[in-house]
């Protein structure tokens, strides 16, 4: 019923930046809450920043200061500015959301995951 895509996801040096983005897709009626999650090697799935749709944003402190989540919510979009990577941010990344159908049935949605790799 709602399908999320991401993008942005890819191979880069310590230190380097990447920009993910997240759509959302499908009988939408509204998002409250859009995320980034993510599941290295060997690991769970963690949360690395979430936003709602009054723009109030919440931080693992792993990436504090060094990550930015954005969102859209005309366009039901999310982005993650990733700076100053770290072999440790190398995982899956996962794009989330919750909120509710044009039929007011609640809703939580996984996009497909999107690799990101840091090498020292």
């Known amino acids: 019923q709602v399908q999320l895509v991401e993008s942005g996801g890819g191979l880069v040096q310590d230190g380097g930046s990447l920009r993910l983005s997240c759509a959302a897709s499908?009988?939408?009626?509204?998002?409250?809450?859009m995320g980034w999650y993510r599941q290295g090697p060997g690991k769970q799935r963690e949360l690395v920043a979430d936003?709602?749709?009054?723009?109030?944003?919440n931080y693992a402190d792993s990436v504090k200061g060094r990550f930015t989540i954005s969102r859209d919510n005309a366009k039901n979009t999310v982005s993650l500015q990733m700076n100053s990577l770290k072999p440790e941010d190398t995982a899956v990344y996962y794009c989330?959301?919750?909120?509710?159908?044009?039929?007011?049935?609640?809703?939580?949605?996984w996009g497909p995951g999107t690799q990101v790799t840091v090498s020292s």
């Open positions: 936003i709602t749709s009054g723009g109030i944003t």
């Open positions: 499908g009988i939408i009626f509204s998002i409250d809450v």
């Open positions: 989330n959301a919750d909120g509710r159908t044009i039929t007011r049935t609640t809703f939580r949605s």
